[in-house]
């Protein structure tokens, strides 16, 4: 009995929130799949990681020689005087060079600045992924903001329509002396209201379906109301929490970059130890005007040992260590905001599905009540403002389960979203997937070029 209840509570619900369109609808599937290639947030968070991958190649310079070109060129005049004769000569020498120099070894700074930058493009990739669930989210949400709008408004102008047709049977027995001025005024006054409701609900539906714009990047067409990914919840709050603290983006990220504080504080150490590195040189100094030229080649080696640095290298490695501590502890604050989003979103979804039960029979019990009081009235055993009040209670109750409905779907993206499974691969959108590994292994081992590998 419990279940068909529910089952008709859930039916009653899906029915107020999908009357308003019949026509080609939108789903909820698309509407995620276009915010997922359209959206800026997006788009900016995938030009973020692709900045980031850049990190990688920039270590990696670290191991490579660096070779520059030099010349110069050198004039001098010479004025002479002696025993009354005066000579004067031009000579202009000009040097052109090679210098390379290659670090052979450099207190591992290289080493772990290349693990750093490592752990750093994954932190990214996960806040990316992150800024994709939250905006599906947002898409999810602005979606069923609409759907709900548009049903209340629909709901308030079947009320404005009831209240006319009251207004006029009012005016009608009143002038044949059935009822009173006053029965005429209470029913005109209620009328006024509910347009002036009908006017807040178009605003709210305009503000709603502006969102849906700014998030999925086109206006709103017969949106239908479903949840489609059932199947992707978890079974129960402990599995919840869990797939939360450990599939989340926003975690990962945290982990991430809590790693990449690590190496930072390796790096630095590094600069305590020894530095070790050769250089090589070849020049050719000749005059113009003659051909006298001179000719070099060197190679020469380099060992620089720390002493002191001013307590400069120290003071960086402390706060390194205070940055990664300050990794750590926000680490575990990710995990606390998380693990309290799937406990909420959790409950939000339960107590949905109750008052959706609860909601579907106050509205059919508002609606067997208003036609009973109608009949009444029609009797002389009621008045006009009983069966305006039993009406305001059906309009209550139709909300009521609007935004119960509305609710429970949210609810469900919601833990969706906690849970870090509001993705494309996980949920099989049917999207061209943006892989940053890609953009990485292009760029990760270049050695020169000012071009983008997508052309810029």
């Known amino acids: 009995m419990y279940k068909k209840a529910r089952l008709l509570a859930c039916a009653g619900a899906c029915s107020l929130l999908l009357a308003p369109g019949l026509a080609r609808s939108e789903t909820v599937i698309e509407a995620l799949a276009a915010a997922y290639s359209f959206n800026p947030q997006i788009n900016a968070a995938r030009g973020n990681t692709r900045a980031a991958d850049e990190y990688v190649p920039l270590a990696k310079s670290g191991r490579r020689p660096t070779a520059a070109l030099t010349g110069d060129v050198t004039m001098e005049s010479f004025n002479q005087r002696r025993s009354g004769l005066e000579t004067s000569q031009t000579r202009t020498d000009g040097t052109v060079g090679l210098q390379v120099n290659q670090t052979l070894f450099k207190g591992f700074q290289t080493k772990n600045a290349i693990r750093q930058a490592?752990?750093?493009v994954l932190a990214s990739r996960q806040q990316l992924e992150n800024t994709v669930q939250s905006v599906l989210f947002q898409a999810a949400q602005a979606y069923m903001d609409v759907i709900r709008d548009t049903a209340i408004l629909e709901a308030r102008r079947q009320t404005v329509g009831f209240l006319e047709e009251q207004v006029r049977g009012a005016e009608d027995r009143f002038e044949v002396g059935e009822t009173t001025r006053t029965d005429v005024a209470q029913t005109r006054a209620r009328l006024s209201a509910a347009v002036s409701d009908v006017s807040l609900a178009e605003a709210n539906l305009r503000v709603s379906e502006a969102t849906y714009r700014q998030v999925i990047g086109h206006d709103p067409r017969n949106l239908q109301a479903n949840f489609p990914f059932t199947r992707h919840l978890p079974?129960?709050?402990p599995r919840a929490v869990d797939l939360g603290l450990t599939e989340h983006p926003a975690v990962l990220s945290t982990i991430y970059s809590a790693e990449a504080a690590a190496f930072a504080v390796k790096q630095l150490e590094g600069q305590l130890l020894p530095t070790?590195?050769?250089q090589g040189t070849a020049s050719s100094q000749f005059g113009i005007g003659n051909d006298d030229s001179v000719d070099s080649v060197a190679i020469s080696g380099r060992v620089s040992i720390p002493i002191y640095?001013?307590?400069a290298v120290s003071a960086q490695i402390r706060q390194a260590k205070e940055q990664l501590g300050v990794a750590k502890i926000q680490s575990d604050v990710t995990r606390d905001q998380v693990r309290a989003t799937v406990v909420s979103n959790w409950s939000q979804l339960d107590s949905?599905?109750?008052?959706?039960?609860?909601a579907s029979a106050q509205v059919e019990a508002?609606?067997?009540?208003?036609?009973?009081?109608?009949?009444e009235r029609a009797v002389g055993q009621r008045t006009t403002l009983d069966v305006l009040d039993a009406e305001q209670e059906l309009l209550d109750a139709r909300v009521n389960l609007i935004n119960t409905q509305h609710d429970r779907?949210?609810?469900s993206f919601g833990l969706l979203y906690a849970t870090g499974r509001l993705a494309p691969t996980t949920l099989g959108i049917p999207v061209a997937v943006y892989r940053p590994e890609?953009?990485?292994?292009?760029?990760?081992?270049k050695w020169f070029g000012l071009r983008t590998p997508d052309g810029r």
Request: no cysteine; net charge neutral; charged share 20%.
């Open 438 to 445: 890609a953009h990485y292994e292009a760029v990760k081992d």
């Open 118 to 120: 490592d752990a750093s």
């Open 352 to 358: 949905a599905k109750a008052s959706i039960i609860s």
């Open 309 to 311: 640095q001013g307590g």
């Open 276 to 278: 070790v590195s050769i």
């Open 409 to 411: 779907l949210v609810a």
């Open 366 to 375: 508002a609606r067997i009540a208003l036609a009973g009081v109608q009949e």
């Open 235 to 237: 079974k129960s709050l």
